[in-house]
């Protein structure tokens, strides 16, 4: 067997994609100009997949902060922090994403994908029992292969499918580590967070909440579903990522545990890594300060959420359950979403495709991420053009016209 | 002395039921040979080797794995004991940990994701199923 036989199946789906002319994972961002805008194969696009949802990525003030720091620093850390030592940015960086969510403890990762992948298979070790949504990331399920816990599923936002999982595991000896997603990022659907916390508390587990794309777009400060949900004391341990919302790239978990120091020395992904470069923590340290200073941008990204969702849901697309910064529109197979994502390149518009195996449930779907500098122009030619496009692949017929998606 | 199965073959579209009876021995080696499913038993089934586990008897263990599996045969082709899951049928592993969720809340047990990767026959399944159900 040769050593791409495995994947004999998984090429020829790739085949398929690729004969619409355009390959969707090979996109070349030939230019990009601002946060809503990029040149792909020579032409203007408008971009409504890029998790950028405040537009942080030119802020003027975050791109001096990076630039200064590149001047004062150089370009990178050559080294993890065991090896090379913290600077003191980072340090400063750690305490202040500490202090946004008034826990005691942060600690900063290269990725949010490595934050995951070392604090998951850490935290729960041998003897634990990891319990996860069936929904979750793929750093998430990663961690699980690399786990010494017996890892269990529950349902997907389902409290009592987590409920059942808990009540099975009765006295057996172990801690139990339970992992949920702030906002979903295929459909957008954020997690029924208090009522979880009621189950994990009724079983005395530990809760990692993953904020990747709920930091800034949810609560009064921007903390993420914890904080909107009123729950950021009872979880234990609560990760994000600076690569959307704050526009750069890294991860971060923060927590109360007096102990949380020893991931420090214990976490793979975390020892075994070059560190942020002076760049990047420097415009994430801004562009957290930009959060808390313009709460607007919060404010506006939900308005254009609702600009997107209502608009699409008002021509008869199916989208996901509720309002979220992800908008994600069912099609009824991977082909007829290729071919709608494909079109929408012709027209000048950029949103990912996301078909299964990546997706919940075998769906596949076009997953539009809004940002807060979109216009509501740009939108409303978005809906303008998928209305024309859905209409012509059949997929806006006067049947799906009357099945309004969706709550809300 | 005589004992009684109920042996259900499984296609897309139907599934065929029909009682055989026969002394232990034969109907042993019937169960080993059989491109089919053994979904019922009249109480012989203490002298097979699979037997009935706390209160789960290995037929409606069986008859809960097909019945999620039956939309991804392929062809003719029936689902036996020995059909490899991930195989043998158009399911893939994501939907695969999907039935193994739904399998979970009907039998009341929890099958680890460890567990479910050293699995790859229904047969295979169906003991797990059944080990878990007479520890709960
Ligand atoms: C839920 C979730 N967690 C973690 C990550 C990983 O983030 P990063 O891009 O920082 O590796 C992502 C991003 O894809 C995500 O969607």
Redesign the pocket.
Known sequence: MGLFDRHAGLLEAYRDVRTTGYDPFQIRMERVLSPTEAIINGRKMLLVGTNNYFGLTFDPSCMEAAIEAIRAEGTGTTGSRIANGSYSEHVALEQEIAEFYGKKHCMVFT????A?LGLISTLAGEGDQLLIDADS?A??YDACKMTQAEVVRFKHNDPSSLDARLRRLGDRPGNRVVVL?GIY?MLGDSAPLREFIDVCKKYGAYVIV?E??SLGALGDNGRGLCESTGVIDDCHFIVG????TLGA???YCVSDDPDFDILRVTVRSYMFTASLPPSIVASVRQALKVVKAKPELRTQLWSNVSTLYEGLAAKGFKLGPEHGPVVGVHLPDPMTAIGFWRAMLDAGIYVNVAIPPATPNGVSLLRCSVCAVHTKEQLEHMIEVMTGIGRQLGVLDDRTLRVVGGAR | MKHGVTICHFTRDHCFWHKVTAHPRALESVLRTAHQMIVETDGMTDTLERARVSGQSRGEVIREICRHLVPFQTGERPITGDTVIAKDLTIDSLAIMDMVMELEDHFDISIPMNVVAEIHTVDQLADTIQKLCARR
């Open positions: 990725t949010g994908y490595q995951n990331h750093s998430i997603e990022s993953d990747a794309h990522t600076f690569s959307k790239i890294g991860g």
